[in-house]
């Protein structure tokens, strides 16, 4: 069983950065892909990206060059290092972890464990 903890949230500029983190408990860690999800107000859940346990990555449109993910299997920790933000980068940023996948798809209902997400405001 895993338990993630997202962390790094917080109020920022337009066109600023911010690094979110995922903390993972438990020795299953390396056995799941980490992929990260938002919800704005008012909408669905969006993934946004997944990182394999081998290091595969995918990442959606929306956020594809602005964004990075990478994992640390060592400390168990998963980061989403986020650049040049927008206005319609606000949202709760929720990690979530999905056992055995390559990443080729970020899918909501695939996911085994979630966080309780950290909220992520960017202003204008």
């Known amino acids: 069983q895993l338990q993630l903890v997202e962390s790094g949230g917080g109020l920022v500029q337009y066109g600023g950065s911010l690094r979110l983190s995922c903390a993972a408990s438990?020795?299953?860690?390396?056995?799941?892909?980490i992929n990260w999800f938002r919800q704005a107000p008012g909408k669905e859940r969006e993934g946004i990206s997944c990182?394999?346990?081998?290091?595969?990555?995918n990442y959606a449109d929306s956020v594809k060059g602005r964004f990075t993910i990478s994992r640390d299997n060592a400390e168990n920790l998963v980061y989403l290092q986020m650049n040049s933000l927008k206005p319609e980068d606000t949202a709760v940023y929720y990690c979530?972890?999905?056992?055995?996948?390559?990443?080729?798809?970020?899918?909501?209902?695939?996911?085994?464990?979630w966080g309780k997400g950290t909220l992520v405001t960017v202003s204008s």
């Open positions: 979530a972890a999905e056992y055995g996948t390559s990443c080729l798809s970020i899918n909501y209902s695939n996911m085994d464990y």
């Open positions: 990182i394999s346990n081998s290091g595969s990555t």
């Open positions: 438990g020795y299953v860690f390396n056995y799941y892909a």
